[in-house]
């Protein structure tokens, strides 16, 4: 399959100062040279920037076209891939605060709170701003535009993995408690072709996989740990035909440091609650470990690279 794929940066509201870079590799057509309704779509949110290491590996798996790039190769080649990055910094530190609003100096969150849904809210703005710059930007690279509207060859429609990679995490946990409370008598969509979720209710209808990716920080918080939150996941999915997957990577750099204790307390203790609830659910919440890397001593290596050793299935 044909790709396009590129790196934008995107204001999530017209009139905002504030830019978010994004990295896409989108699915086209091969029959058509349209953007094709994709299998799924992969959305990765960045951590913290690490400058200075002078380390190849580091610096290559630092750059978001590189991970969307592999994203694909894990995925599959009929999905989109994006990579958010946070669109404020404080020196190193990134700090999603459209996402979370409850977050301190450094990026680092206070509370996960549904009210409002921040983060559902501004990814499916995102989304629907990138989808639409993105075919300007082709369009006027070709003779003819070919991304003014989709394929719809795709039999059904996608699904979406999130995933949080280090302080990206926080993200996902709000993503999760959104979820959770967003109202069944809100998610009636029309099931008709789309390419990327633009709304709300197609969002939370499509999840399909959460991968938590190395995630840690220097405060509590880098997993969710709310029983509330997971059972009302748990009980919304009994009324659903999709099930859900969470996938817990993990390297000593996070889960086995010492200095940090409460990674691998936070991260068992959401282990556990997904299990419990697994079990009464029938079938339709999965969960999924792995420890990369586990001989190797901790190192900021093995925490980018642990991008690249990503086993998805």
Same mark, same amino acid.
């Given at each position: 399959m044909d790709r396009w794929s590129g790196i934008l940066k995107i204001r999530l509201h017209p009139d905002s100062t504030i830019f978010y870079r994004i990295a896409a590799s989108l699915a086209l057509s091969p029959s058509s040279k349209k953007l094709a309704v994709p299998s799924g779509n992969a959305i990765f949110?960045?951590? /913290?920037?690490?400058?200075?290491?002078?380390?190849?590996?580091?610096?290559?798996?630092? /750059?978001?076209?590189?991970? =969307?790039?592999?994203?694909?190769?894990?995925?599959?080649?009929?999905?989109? =891939?994006?990579?958010?990055? =946070? =669109?404020?910094?404080?020196g190193p530190f990134a700090v999603y605060k459209d996402f979370i609003p409850s977050v301190n100096e450094y990026g680092e969150p206070k509370s996960y709170d549904a009210t409002g849904f921040p983060a559902s809210t501004s990814l499916v703005l995102l989304l629907s701003t990138f989808l639409a710059e993105a075919k300007n930007v082709v369009s006027g690279k070709q003779k003819e535009p070919y991304l003014t509207e989709a394929s719809s060859s795709s039999p059904c429609k996608p699904h979406t993995a999130l995933l949080g990679f280090s302080k990206g995490g926080t993200v996902l946990n709000q993503l999760i408690t959104e979820f959770a409370f967003f109202s069944e008598s809100q998610s009636a969509v029309k099931e008709d072709n789309w390419i990327v979720p633009t709304s709300k209710e197609r969002l939370f209808n499509s999840i399909s996989e959460i991968h938590y990716v190395d995630v840690g920080l220097n405060s509590e918080g880098a997993y969710l740990t709310n029983k509330d939150v997971i059972d009302r996941i748990s009980e919304g999915l009994a009324q659903k035909q999709l099930g859900i997957r969470f996938l817990f990577h993990g390297t000593p750099r996070q889960w086995c440091d010492e200095r940090r204790i409460w990674i691998r307390k936070e991260k068992d203790a959401l282990v556990r609650l997904v299990k419990l609830a697994a079990r009464r659910n029938a079938g339709k919440l999965h969960l999924r470990e792995r420890l990369y890397f586990p001989s190797k001593l901790p190192d900021m290596q093995m925490h980018f690279e642990i991008i690249d050793a990503l086993d998805v299935s």
């Amino acid at each position: 399959m044909d790709r396009w794929s590129g790196i934008l940066k995107i204001r999530l509201h017209p009139d905002s100062t504030i830019f978010y870079r994004i990295a896409a590799s989108l699915a086209l057509s091969p029959s058509s040279k349209k953007l094709a309704v994709p299998s799924g779509n992969a959305i990765f949110f960045s951590g /913290d920037r690490v400058e200075g290491t002078e380390n190849p590996v580091i610096e290559r798996l630092s /750059d978001p076209q590189k991970i =969307a790039e592999i994203l694909v190769s894990k995925f599959g080649g009929s999905i989109n =891939a994006f990579v958010v990055e =946070a =669109a404020i910094f404080n020196g190193p530190f990134a700090v999603y605060k459209d996402f979370i609003p409850s977050v301190n100096e450094y990026g680092e969150p206070k509370s996960y709170d549904a009210t409002g849904f921040p983060a559902s809210t501004s990814l499916v703005l995102l989304l629907s701003t990138f989808l639409a710059e993105a075919k300007n930007v082709v369009s006027g690279k070709q003779k003819e535009p070919y991304l003014t509207e989709a394929s719809s060859s795709s039999p059904c429609k996608p699904h979406t993995a999130l995933l949080g990679f280090s302080k990206g995490g926080t993200v996902l946990n709000q993503l999760i408690t959104e979820f959770a409370f967003f109202s069944e008598s809100q998610s009636a969509v029309k099931e008709d072709n789309w390419i990327v979720p633009t709304s709300k209710e197609r969002l939370f209808n499509s999840i399909s996989e959460i991968h938590y990716v190395d995630v840690g920080l220097n405060s509590e918080g880098a997993y969710l740990t709310n029983k509330d939150v997971i059972d009302r996941i748990s009980e919304g999915l009994a009324q659903k035909q999709l099930g859900i997957r969470f996938l817990f990577h993990g390297t000593p750099r996070q889960w086995c440091d010492e200095r940090r204790i409460w990674i691998r307390k936070e991260k068992d203790a959401l282990v556990r609650l997904v299990k419990l609830a697994a079990r009464r659910n029938a079938g339709k919440l999965h969960l999924r470990e792995r420890l990369y890397f586990p001989s190797k001593l901790p190192d900021m290596q093995m925490h980018f690279e642990i991008i690249d050793a990503l086993d998805v299935s």
